[in-house]
């Protein structure tokens, strides 16, 4: 039978089609493993993936293991697996939009206030002798830069420039000492572990807040469980779930006892998937 114009035949091995769906299906599987490539090199690794899938199954046949005493097993399980992830990505993957993440994305960051940064440069000597003798020299109109280049043990090349950092970032001394201090503006010596340091301040900004191109994915991941744990928790609650292994049931009533939830219903691969 002709394939479908929506679904072309991709590739043959021995005779048999390969779909294109077949590679979307694959991407299940192997997905996260190819966020790296191109679109077109991912449409040749998951074929080389389906390819060597075919070559093993036709091999398997060969060798009769479909007739095995677990295959009967092994296929009831991915035939629900299957009948599971098509009904993920109907009910919960594509009921998560991205106007339900630019929502989420416009209330945190609406509620976010930037943090300040700072652009700055230091100069850092061994003794407080030598931080008093370059304060003095900056004081008489000395390019700062210029002096970092000859006395700073650290970051000299660059004119002793750190580029821009918050609070946290820098040992506490040295950033109290830069905070306070305005745009221009050169701090007396301040002493860390490291030595003394004469620090001057080049600009101040609010730190740039994430873009949500930036944060999109991580959001809808985020609603993806979400959804997915209340989905699964309704059909738990009108469910008749008997666990018949009595060692087993002790380990879900003890779980139960704790608190301890099922695992993350969110399968692999499928928060975001696409070509």
Avoid: C
Wanted: proline residues 4%.
């Amino acid at each position: 039978m002709p394939a479908a114009a929506d679904d072309p035949v991709v590739a043959r091995v021995n005779g048999v089609d390969i779909n294109q769906s077949d590679l979307d299906f694959a991407v299940s599987e192997v997905g996260s493993r190819l966020s790296n490539y191109t679109p077109a090199d991912r449409r040749r690794v998951l074929l080389q993936y389906v390819i060597e899938n075919e070559l093993m199954a036709e091999a398997g046949e060969k060798d009769k293991l479909d007739s095995a005493a677990n295959f009967a097993a092994r296929l009831k399980y991915h035939q629900r697996r299957a009948l599971r992830d098509a009904f993920f990505d109907a009910s919960i993957s594509n009921a998560v939009t991205d106007d339900a993440a630019k929502k989420i994305y416009d209330e945190k960051i609406g509620s976010v206030k930037p943090e300040q940064e700072i652009h700055a440069r230091h100069i850092l000597v061994a003794t407080e002798a030598e931080a008093k003798e370059v304060a003095e020299r900056l004081k008489k109109g000395e390019d700062f830069a210029t002096v970092a280049k000859e006395k700073s043990k650290d970051t000299s090349a660059e004119g002793g420039d750190l580029g821009f950092f918050a609070r946290g970032q820098m040992l506490k001394p040295f950033e109290d000492a830069a905070f306070a201090l305005e745009v221009g503006q050169i701090s007396e010596p301040v002493q860390t572990q490291f030595g003394w340091h004469i620090i001057k301040v080049e600009e101040k900004r609010d730190q740039p807040l994430p873009t949500f191109d930036q944060v999109k994915e991580a959001i809808r991941t985020q609603l993806v469980q979400q959804k997915a744990q209340e989905v699964v928790t309704g059909l738990r609650d009108t469910a008749k779930i008997e666990v018949v292994d009595p060692e087993l049931k002790k380990s879900m009533d003890d779980a139960a006892a704790k608190g301890e939830g099922p695992p993350d219903e969110t399968p692999d691969d499928q928060s975001g998937q696409g070509d």
